[in-house]
């Protein structure tokens, strides 16, 4: 079996419409694509992780199948839409994946919505450091909408996508390789930008979250509130979009993250290796109890903070057993 445009289903949500697969039974794990990538981009594990969970990979608005309007394309208002999406859908409670700026939708989500995350795993994801490929900062040029528009006319789009597409396939052998294996990945953006309404969201999207220092959305402030919530990372060795380094960014924000980087994978691991993407996310989800949200607790680590003496967790265990010294019998 293999996700197809029949598996594709539609919900409005406040006036626009979104386009979302769900598919299997158990429990669920949310997937989320990359910049100006769609559900598609995950065709090759869905089904895997369906016979053992409910998966839901959406089309984040203005992306892929689903509307593509002038709205809020930050990611507190992508990760409010996922919340409604999956309220509608009747799921309360998830396993959030995000691959690339599906990464900072995730964790953005798991930080307004605890109470509805149970673990977070993150995929070649923004967020973990400045450092980005020059060809999405310059999304952001002057004329960069127009000059796109240009090169995506019919006939020129043609030639660059060919071309991609064949750079692809055969320098996908020796020294070559980590540079040419997200080539085909590359051509499906180009040809998408065909339409001015996607260069519309992507250009506002990357404006929210990259400046010409690089990407402005870090969790490095934030990165201490991972010790309440399981959290993985996983990042292609040859990723030429978001260097691996910020693998060990994560590794060093948050120490109980678990940090797998996987060798001959570029930007997109679950695509070069999708068994061992679907082995690693069920071995996490096997092995890990899912986050329990409590306010009291969530709370005091907000107080305890990132410079707590014993970090945040302790600080807190330390306060609560103090609170029940002192609490009369």
């Known amino acids: 079996m293999s996700v197809g445009i029949d598996d594709v289903e539609y919900v409005t949500l406040h006036g626009k419409r979104r386009a979302y697969v769900k598919k299997g039974t158990g429990p669920a794990v949310l997937l989320l694509h990359g910049l100006a990538c769609d559900h598609t981009t995950w065709a090759q594990v869905i089904d895997e992780l369906a016979e053992k969970y409910t998966v839901i990979a959406p089309d984040l608005l203005g992306h892929g199948l689903s509307d593509k309007p002038r709205a809020d394309y930050t990611l ?3 990760a409010n839409g996922m ?31 605890p109470e ?9 994801t923004g967020g973990l450091g400045p450092e ?3 060809l999405i900062k310059l999304i952001q040029v002057p004329g960069w909408f127009r000059v796109v528009g240009l090169l ?6 043609h030639a660059e996508t060919f071309a991609l597409r064949a750079a692809a396939e055969y320098g996908d052998v020796g020294p070559l390789r980590k540079y040419t294996r997200d080539l085909d990945e590359i051509a499906d953006i180009v040809d998408s930008w065909k339409d001015r309404r996607t260069r519309f969201a992507i250009r506002h999207l990357v404006r929210a979250v990259i400046d010409w220092r690089g990407q402005i959305v870090t969790m490095s402030d934030r990165a201490y509130l991972s010790e309440a ?14 260097p691996v380094l910020h693998a060990r960014n994560a590794g060093a924000l948050a120490p109980d993250v678990r940090v797998d ?24 989800i096997s092995t890990t109890e899912p986050a329990s949200y409590n ?5 005091r680590m907000l107080k305890a903070g990132a410079t707590a003496p014993l970090g945040p967790l302790a600080a807190v265990a330390a306060a609560e057993a103090r609170d029940e010294a002192v609490t009369p019998a």
């Open 76 to 78: 507190g208002g992508y």
């Open 83 to 113: 919340r409604d999406l999956l309220t509608v859908l009747g799921i309360d409670k998830v396993t959030v994946v995000g691959h690339s700026f599906g990464g900072g939708v995730a964790m953005q989500f798991a930080y307004q919505f």
């Open 116 to 124: 509805r995350t149970q673990r977070v795993m993150l995929v070649s």
């Open 132 to 134: 980005v490929t020059p």
């Open 152 to 157: 995506t006319l019919p006939g020129i789009r």
């Open 229 to 242: 919530m399981p959290m993985a990372v996983l990042w292609g060795a040859e990723d030429q979009v978001i």
């Open 261 to 284: 980087v996987l060798a001959d994978a570029g930007h997109f691991p679950h695509k070069d290796h999708p068994e061992e993407f679907v082995r690693l996310l069920d071995d996490f």
């Open 295 to 299: 306010r009291a607790r969530f709370r």
